[in-house]
């Protein structure tokens, strides 16, 4: 199963650990260390980031679409899991 991040990028769903808001500045240092460590990865296509996916292998995947939006495309069927790119 994959899940829609925004803006045509998608992520396997059974590889993430956490979505997580980018706004603490916990969140903003483990950023940079993932950019250190060539481990980040960045789905915004430029804009904000709102959230920031974890996964099994250790990469950190920033994405434009806010954690609650990702979260109800966890939720939602393979068939409707296309949908607003917001």
Known sequence: MLINV???NVVAKDRV???I?????PMRRYR???RQRGALIDATQGRKTRAIIV???GHVILSAVAVETIAQRWREPASAA????R
């Open 6 to 8: 925004g803006f045509g």
């Open 55 to 57: 996964t099994v292998s």
């Open 21 to 25: 808001s980018a706004e603490s500045a």
């Open 17 to 19: 650990v956490a979505v």
């Open 82 to 85: 296309g949908g607003d790119e």
């Open 32 to 34: 940079e260390e993932a």
